[in-house]
């Protein structure tokens, strides 16, 4: 069953250092999205991405975030300048079509500590 | 007004019992309410969906009932076994599920 793959599982990075989380959505699908949870919280909204562009993003999703699509396949998550408050598991899904029209399939998580 | 809130955050439920979880929102736009099941080191799936123009749908075991005028919407879990033990997280949109608004989830445990 293809599924929505994601590196690394768990990264440890200082404050203020670069940080890029990799995705690679299920491959005929045409909409990728970031999620992040903090321990113990809900999960929430960070971004959706459709035809190499933003399509919606969250409070969250500040100048310090940015998403790429680099090639056919990767779909990556990069946070400038990370702050401790960034620690959360990072979540990339894909969906063939918009949301209710086509399931959004959840890759397994990146866990991002920053110390 | 983008909340959804979810109750409760915990629940036992004895093997063979009928689990119930609940959800309020007050975004009369959203117009599409999925439940996701997550276990401890995976991301959520999807479970179950409904769209606000039936007030039930079934598949298998789950069932959300939905409620448009209480903008209330739950998932039961009949004959619940251990394997259902997992966090249980409702969701919401109001643009066909681009970007879901969840709630705060509820962790279900099902005794033997």
């Known amino acids: 069953e293809p599924e929505v793959t994601q590196t690394p599982s768990h990264q440890v990075t200082q404050m203020g250092q670069e940080v890029i989380l990799r995705c690679v959505p299920i491959s005929n699908h045409l909409y990728f999205y970031w999620y992040r949870q903090i321990l113990g919280q809900k999960v929430e909204f960070l971004v959706s991405?459709?035809?190499?562009?933003?399509?919606?993003k969250s409070e969250i999703f500040d100048d310090q975030f940015s998403v790429e699509r680099p090639d056919g396949s990767n779909f990556t998550l990069k946070i400038r300048s990370t702050k401790l408050e960034d620690s959360a598991m990072y979540f990339c899904a894909s969906s063939p079509g918009q949301g209710g029209t086509g399931e959004l399939f959840f890759g397994e998580g990146s866990r991002l500590t920053v110390l | 007004q983008q909340q959804v809130k979810q109750s409760p955050q915990s629940l036992i439920v004895q093997k063979g019992g009928i689990s119930i979880i609940n959800c309020a929102y007050e975004n009369t736009a959203f117009d599409y309410f999925p439940w996701y099941q997550q276990f401890p080191g995976k991301g959520p799936a999807l479970l179950i969906a409904i769209r606000p123009d039936v007030s039930e749908k079934k598949e298998g075991r789950f069932t959300i009932s939905f409620n448009k005028s209480a903008k209330q919407f739950s998932l039961h879990i009949m004959d619940s076994q251990p394997g259902d033990s997992a966090t249980y997280f409702c969701a919401a949109s109001n643009n066909a599920g681009n970007m879901l608004t969840f709630g705060g989830g509820t962790r279900l445990m099902v005794k033997p």
């Open positions: 991405f459709y035809n190499n562009e933003i399509s919606e």
